[in-house]
């Protein structure tokens, strides 16, 4: 299924509510690394002076995959994201953003503000590739580094810590990695992704050697930068022996 075009999905969310399944969402963490941060997308909808994560609801005769790709494609321009599934989230006093319903008529207010079951997903993205952009419901989109993420609305914060947690685990036998960084990369990267997502800070020489031993990395040309200090060698995965190896650990924690 082609990712449905912004102005459509807008269009129908305020002339035909009746086409969306109610009372189920999906929202999507989307991360990047950029200058040794790690960073999550969120946007800044009308009528409010909140960030959010991006998300939408789901057509009546669309696969939740689906939802998740036309939201994806409406945040990033980008289609084939790596994504996953990790929670849902759907408390008794869970409701949607209630500042938003002053401002519209009452069937899209009540669509939009009305308790939701949220299925939560993150999606990898290199950052180079992404074309964020704005659409009538989107004042604004922008990146956060992890440690700057403002109050969101709803239950936000907390889906992007679930998040985290899911990360935590999934390093191992994900390719998360492959899907944040370029095709070429110096090993320094690979370890503040590691030490941001694990949450422990690595010794250089030994999480070089560690992970050189796997086998999974091959060596390129050195990174000149223009500065003084000496040029680290690049890297990029050796795809097969990667996947091959996420593909063990996974059959181990099963």
């Not at 998300?55 to 939740?64: A, S």
């Not at 669509?111 to 079951?117: A, E, H, P, S, V």
């Not at 999606?123 to 009538?136: G, P, R, W, Y």
């Not at 960084?181 to 010794?203: A, M, N, S, W």
């Amino acid at each position: 299924m082609e990712p449905a075009k912004p102005n459509s999905t807008i269009d129908d969310l305020f002339n035909h509510p009746e086409r969306f399944l109610p009372s189920v969402s999906v929202k999507c963490a989307i991360f990047s690394f950029q200058a040794g941060e790690l960073l999550v997308l969120l946007l800044k909808p009308s009528n409010t002076s909140r960030w959010a994560l991006p998300g939408g609801l789901i057509y009546n005769d669309e696969d939740i995959d689906d939802a998740v790709k036309r939201v994806l494609y409406d945040s990033t321009l980008l289609n084939d994201l790596f994504f996953k599934p990790f929670d849902a989230f759907g408390k008794v006093n869970r409701q949607g953003n209630q500042s938003l319903q002053a401002h519209h008529e009452d069937s899209v207010a009540d669509l939009m503000t009305k308790r939701y079951i949220t299925i939560g997903y993150y999606a990898l993205v290199e950052f180079q590739k992404v074309i964020s952009m704005n659409n009538d419901i989107s004042l604004e989109y922008s990146w956060y580094r992890l440690n700057e993420i403002p109050d969101l609305i709803c239950d936000h914060n907390q889906i992007i810590e679930k998040a985290l947690q899911t990360l935590h685990y999934h390093i191992h036998y994900q390719p998360i990695c492959y899907n944040l960084l370029p095709v070429k990369f110096p090993l320094r990267d690979l370890q503040v992704i590691y030490e941001t997502i694990l949450g422990r800070h690595f010794d250089r020489a030994n999480f070089q050697r560690t992970m050189l031993a796997t086998n999974t990395l091959e060596r390129q040309d050195k990174h000149y930068s223009g500065k003084s200090h000496r040029a680290p060698f690049l890297y990029s995965f050796r795809k097969n022996e990667y996947f091959t190896s996420l593909k063990e650990a996974m059959n181990r924690v099963r």
